[in-house]
């Protein structure tokens, strides 16, 4: 059975601070790994969807690896900012279509 | 619609009453799932439709829950006898041709008294 851990569970840091977030899952057979920002009381906002042929996928400030044999993906947050203070959640799918297997997030807070 | 909307966005119900969440996905998305999220948890998967048809059902927790789509758009979340243990975030997302990244809505926030 697939899962999904994230570390660490919090992390609080100042701004401009580098930042990176862990995903590990146990099946390293997965079809996509999908990263969300999730606000309090709000839903998920899609940040970066890496395909499991690809090694990285960059938006912004953000930067996603996936290391599929090891079965870990960073996410990489550059000169962090107070806005980017919420829970980053990472998804795996097995297959094409399948439903998201999520880790329970990484809470973020980012302090002026 | 420009994202995927769900409504209500809250509803406290009664134990042991019915509710009804709807989520309405994204023109064009074939593909629909219902997850359901735990304070503090990650959300976690409930059903899938493909189309008209429920492709994947394994996640509902037990015969109480039920969920329909019957036009290949909207989609009712449909809960009989509602338990506390039912209080969560029940979150909607669509997907182009179940392919691509999947989109959520703000889901809806239940709480059963």
């Known amino acids: 059975k697939q899962e999904v851990t994230q570390i660490p569970a919090a992390l609080s840091v100042p701004e401009g601070e580098n930042l990176v977030l862990n995903c590990s899952f146990t099946?390293?057979?997965?079809?996509?790994l999908q990263w969300f920002r999730q606000d309090p009381g709000k839903g998920l906002t899609s940040l970066l969807l890496?395909?499991?042929?690809?090694r990285e996928q960059t938006s912004g400030r953000l930067n996603a690896s996936l290391d599929k044999s090891s079965g870990r993906s960073t996410l990489y947050i550059a000169a962090s900012q107070p806005g980017d203070s919420a829970t980053y959640l990472c998804?795996?799918?097995?297959?094409?279509?399948?439903?998201?297997?999520f880790g329970t997030g990484t809470r973020l807070q980012v302090f002026p | 619609g420009a994202g995927v909307s769900q409504t209500p966005s809250n509803k406290v119900t009664e134990k042991g009453k019915y509710v009804e969440l709807r989520c309405d996905p994204i023109?064009?998305?074939?593909?629909l799932y219902w997850y359901r999220q735990s304070l503090g948890q990650g959300p976690e998967f409930l059903i899938y439709?493909?189309?008209?048809?429920?492709?994947?059902d394994s996640g509902l927790p037990n015969d109480r829950f039920f969920a329909v789509r019957p036009e290949g758009s909207v989609s009712t979340l449909k809960i009989q006898r509602t338990e506390r243990g039912d209080s969560a975030v029940y979150l909607c997302?669509?997907?182009?041709?179940?392919?691509?990244?999947?989109?959520f809505g703000q889901g809806t926030r239940l709480t059963v008294v």
């Open positions: 997302a669509s997907s182009k041709q179940g392919n691509t990244e999947a989109f």
């Open positions: 099946d390293s057979a997965i079809y996509n």
């Open positions: 890496i395909q499991s042929s690809q």
């Open positions: 998804a795996v799918s097995l297959r094409r279509g399948d439903k998201l297997i």
């Open positions: 023109s064009g998305h074939t593909a």
């Open positions: 439709f493909q189309g008209t048809g429920a492709a994947d």
